[in-house]
């Protein structure tokens, strides 16, 4: 599989583009007029930086409003033609792409469309180039992938074909199945995009909220296999039209952007009739048993009050590391580590945040495998010095820089317990608070970092991303999606921040960086464990006594299990599946905080009482620019 992205995609002056685009894997480039156009350089300086940095041209664009033009407009048509074919024999690339005509005054008609494709392909034919035709969806005529190759067949040129975009057919609804009638050697390049479901103007929403295939909603995979199923064996090429990736990263969006085309390669090379994509093989995603441990990088002063907050939760120290200042507390399956160490990665990430959830672990069947994927897909693999007889936990780098840890039960990460850790008796013996597992994890990212960590997500892991929610915070909205396998032993809620002034902005500002925030434990009798809670001295969050009669209005609770909830500083949602009780701690350093969880049936996350529960947080933020005391 060859793969390629358009200039356009992605933010910076061109040499910049080009930079990106080349570290982030891709073989191929499409060259923006635009991107050309605001140069200083000529053609020639541009084909020899591209070839410099080991890409090809894989396409020049693009040529508007050609086909099927009146007099004197069409002899114009050709006249530019013939100066965007110079350009290209300067630029080293064969191909121009030309879409569908959206001129007032242009004129209908297949056959007319045809013979003016023709002539160009003549004209084409005579310095070695070739010419492209792809159906805009808003296009004045011609919008539909099919018309546009009929337009083709009867141009009956070897140097006139089609191109296809996802976008434009997928927008459209146009059925995907007439792509597999189309003659592979017709297909000169197919460009890929995904997008978000919204209803609005067919061009504006392609301008403007185009994103990588898997970061949207469009069934491109099934594109990408009907145009496979053809014998195709181009190029895939990218061409992202998006706001948020004008102003991001080159070097960010271009990683995501081939990701997201290994990924797509890698879903499509496993359908039965997608034998002309060559894809390397990888292994499966990975599937997640749960969460095996979240460990925490403090400093000295951090210790007491974050274990002695564990200790109101209900864990019990159980271990120690056998060489570093690592403990282990642990309730049920849940296992939080503090490392205290003074060197190596955790100490440079207190160094950088402070006190922070700086990694988990996840439980897969085979580690190894896992690893070798997550590799696959350009995440970025971390190791650092282990001990004599130690055990070497694969990790990669995840969000905001943090650490992801892969166990499985098959090697001696099975017994990492048993190696790297001695048995420690603690003489703190807090009540068991019926604490099962880990819920969720809530990791807050900037805005604009949400869709780089979904579809990381999502590619290496057997999950599904939800449809994204507004979370109303009193200062603001956050933008909210959740990534989540079918079992529940993995989710991971992801809130994007956009201003300062949210409780999430203000975790960010605080902590230089994305991260987790919040951990979610699983109970299954929230009223048992409030009650062990309290008798270890935790002080859950206090909620609005507002709340309760409303919550009790709305879903005609029974007046006494209000007053438990409203005793307990207990939260209640329900929908379709079942009921959901949420209590939360009190703040730990920028904005951290524990949740504690019981959920009978019930899929979703508390969305509704989120506002309450961020009203009552922000009240123990310090106030910007407070010096900690």
Not at 112 to 124: K, M, T, V, Y
Not at 366 to 374: L, S, T
Not at 417 to 430: G, K, L, N, R, S
């Amino acid at each position: 599989m060859k793969t390629s992205i358009a200039t356009v995609s992605i933010s910076g002056e061109l040499p910049e583009k080009l930079e990106a685009i080349a570290k982030a894997g891709f073989d191929g480039v499409e060259i923006f007029e635009n991107d050309f156009l605001a140069f200083d350089g000529s053609p020639r300086d541009v084909g020899r930086m591209v070839r410099d940095y080991g890409l090809e041209i894989t396409l020049f664009q693009p040529f508007r409003d050609f086909e099927g033009m009146p007099e004197p407009h069409r002899s114009r048509t050709f006249d530019r033609a013939e100066r965007k074919f110079d350009i290209m024999q300067e630029l080293g690339t064969d191909l121009v792409l030309v879409c569908s005509n959206v001129s007032p005054v242009s004129l209908g008609g297949i056959d007319r469309a045809a013979a003016d494709f023709h002539e160009l392909g003549e004209r084409a034919a005579k310095r070695g180039l070739k010419v492209g035709y792809e159906a805009l969806a808003w296009g004045r005529h011609i919008f539909d992938h099919r018309d546009a190759w009929e337009i083709v067949r009867r141009a009956d040129h070897p140097n006139i074909g089609l191109i296809l975009d996802s976008f434009h057919t997928l927008a459209r609804k146009i059925d995907i199945g007439s792509i597999r009638s189309v003659p592979k050697d017709k297909i000169f390049i197919v460009q890929l995009a995904d997008a978000p479901l919204i209803d609005m103007d067919l061009l504006y929403w392609s301008r403007h909220f185009r994103n990588m295939p898997g970061e949207g909603d469009l069934p491109v995979a099934d594109f990408v296999a009907a145009v496979a199923a053809t014998g195709y064996d181009g190029y895939l090429s990218l061409e992202i039209f998006n706001d948020q990736f004008r102003g991001g990263s080159p070097k960010a969006i271009a990683a995501d952007g081939h990701r997201s085309l290994v990924y797509l390669g890698d879903q499509v090379r496993r359908r039965p009739d997608a034998a002309s994509l060559t894809v390397p093989s990888m292994p499966d995603r990975a599937a997640v048993a749960g969460v095996a441990f979240i460990e925490f990088s403090v400093g000295k002063a951090d210790v007491e009050p974050l274990s002695a907050m564990l200790y109101s939760l209900g864990f019990r120290k159980t271990a120690t590391h056998k060489t570093k200042n690592v403990s282990v507390y642990q309730q049920g399956e849940v296992r939080i580590l503090i490392n205290r160490e003074e060197v190596g990665f955790a100490s440079n990430a207190y160094a950088v945040h402070g006190a922070s959830a700086y990694a988990m672990a996840l439980q897969v069947e085979d580690a190894a495998a896992a690893m070798a994927r997550a590799v696959a897909l350009g995440a970025a693999p971390f190791s650092q010095p282990v001990g004599p007889d130690e055990v070497e936990v694969p990790a990669i780098r995840g969000v905001g820089g943090a650490l992801i840890y892969l166990l499985d039960a098959k090697t001696d990460l099975g017994r990492i317990w048993d190696i790297d850790f001695t048995p420690a008796q603690d003489e703190v013996t807090p009540e068991p608070a019926h604490l099962l597992a880990v819920d969720h994890v809530a990791q807050t990212v900037a805005y604009e970092e949400m869709l780089t960590w979904l579809l990381f997500y999502t590619a290496i892991f057997e999950t599904e991303k939800s449809p994204m929610v507004d979370i109303i915070d009193p200062s603001g909205v956050v933008r909210s999606q959740v990534i989540q396998n079918g079992e529940g032993t993995l989710r991971i809620t992801m809130n994007g921040a956009e201003n300062r002034r949210t409780l999430a902005g203000h975790f960010i500002a605080e902590t230089f960086g994305s991260g987790i925030q919040h951990i979610a434990f699983r109970t299954e009798d929230i009223f048992a464990t409030a009650a062990a809670l309290r008798a270890n001295g935790f002080k859950a969050l206090p909620i609005s006594p507002n709340y309760y009669g409303d919550v009790e209005a709305r879903f005609g609770l029974d007046p006494e299990l209000t007053e438990r909830l409203k005793a307990g500083n207990i939260l209640y949602d329900r929908d379709e599946q079942g009921e959901y009780f949420q209590l939360y701690s009190g703040t730990y350093g920028e904005g951290f905080f524990f949740e504690i969880v019981q959920r009978s049936g019930y899929r979703g996350y508390g969305a509704a009482n989120a506002i309450f529960r961020i009203a009552a947080l922000k009240k123990q933020i310090r106030p910007e620019g407070m010096p900690v005391a």
